[in-house]
C-alpha cells in the first residue's frame, strides 16, 4: 500500500523558514518513472504546484517561488524535504506531498504524468 | 503561457451529463490530469494520460482532449461527484507542472 504523509510545523513566523517533510512508504524513489512533488492550497482557495524531484535527483521549481524553495531527498529514509524561506503569512496554506508518475511510450519518450497518491496534507499557518 | 482556465462553477442534474473544461496552450502538447476534491479531503486522481482511470474511480468519468482544450466528462453524476475538479499539466517550456484554478460542480 502506498501512504505518504507530511509533517512541520502547524506555526510559523514571519520570515522564518518552513521545513516540511514528506515521508513515505509502498515505494522507492529510485524506481523508474516515480518522483515525489509538494503542492500547496490555501484556505478556499486552488491548488498550486511547487516543486519535485526524481530519482535522479532532478529537482523542478515553481517559477514564482524558486528563489525561495528547495526540495531534497533521502533515499535510505523515504523522505522527501521541502524548505521554504522568508515566509509571509500569503504562504499559509495546507501543504501536500503526492506521488507522481510518469509514463513513457515504447521508446522511451515522455507521455504524460499524474499524482496518483497524496498525503493527507498538513496545515501551516504563517503569523506573528 | 504556463496558465489552465477553468470555469469557477459548473452545475448538473441529478443523473444528467456534465462536462468540465480545462484550457491552456499546454495542452496542445501535454495531456491534463484531473483531480476531485472534496470538503476537508485531500484531491483524490479522477483521469490521467489519454483517458485512463485510477482502480476504484467509477467508468461514468471519462476525459477528452482537442487543441487547447481537455475535458473530464461525467456520464451520469452522482450526488457525490459534487465536488472541486482541478486540471493539471506539464508546462511547455519547462519540466513545470501547472494546476488550473478548479470548478466547483453542483450537482442538482
Known amino acids: 500500500q502506498v501512504t505518504l504523509r507530511e509533517s512541520g510545523p502547524a506555526l510559523v513566523k514571519p520570515t522564518q523558514t518552513l521545513t516540511l517533510t514528506c515521508a513515505f512508504s509502498?515505494?522507492?524513489?529510485?524506481?523508474?518513472?516515480?518522483?515525489v512533488t509538494w503542492i500547496r492550497q490555501p484556505p478556499g482557495k486552488a491548488l498550486e504546484w511547487l516543486a519535485l524531484?526524481?530519482?535522479?535527483?532532478?529537482?523542478y521549481y515553481s517559477t514564482s517561488l524558486k528563489t525561495r524553495l528547495t526540495i531534497s531527498k533521502d533515499t535510505s529514509k523515504n523522505q522527501v524535504v521541502l524548505t521554504m524561506t522568508n515566509m509571509d503569512p500569503v504562504d499559509t496554506a495546507t501543504y501536500y506531498c503526492?506521488?507522481?508518475?510518469?509514463?513513457?511510450?515504447?521508446?522511451?519518450?515522455?507521455?504524460?504524468?499524474?499524482?496518483?497518491?497524496w498525503g493527507q496534507g498538513t496545515m501551516v499557518t504563517v503569523s506573528s | 503561457s504556463s496558465e489552465l482556465t477553468q470555469d469557477p462553477a459548473v452545475s448538473v442534474a441529478l443523473g444528467q451529463t456534465v462536462r468540465i473544461t480545462c484550457q491552456g496552450d499546454?495542452?496542445?502538447?501535454?495531456?491534463a490530469s484531473w483531480y476531485q476534491q472534496k470538503p476537508g479531503q485531500a484531491p483524490v486522481l479522477v483521469i490521467y494520460?489519454?483517458?485512463s482511470r485510477p482502480l476504484g474511480i467509477p467508468d461514468r468519468f471519462s476525459g477528452s482532449s482537442s487543441g487547447n482544450t481537455a475535458s473530464l466528462i461525467i456520464t451520469g453524476a452522482q450526488a457525490e461527484d459534487e465536488a472541486d475538479y482541478y486540471c493539471?499539466?506539464?508546462?511547455?517550456?519547462?519540466?513545470?507542472?501547472?494546476f488550473g484554478g478548479g470548478t466547483k460542480l453542483t450537482v442538482l
Open positions: 493539471n499539466s506539464r508546462e511547455s517550456s519547462a519540466n513545470h507542472r501547472v
Open positions: 524531484i526524481d530519482r535522479d535527483d532532478d529537482k
Open positions: 503526492a506521488r507522481m508518475l510518469l509514463y513513457y511510450d515504447r521508446n522511451g519518450y515522455y507521455i504524460y504524468d499524474a499524482f496518483d497518491i
Open positions: 494520460g489519454k483517458n
Open positions: 509502498g515505494f522507492s524513489l529510485t524506481s523508474s518513472g516515480v518522483c
Open positions: 499546454s495542452l496542445r502538447s501535454y495531456y
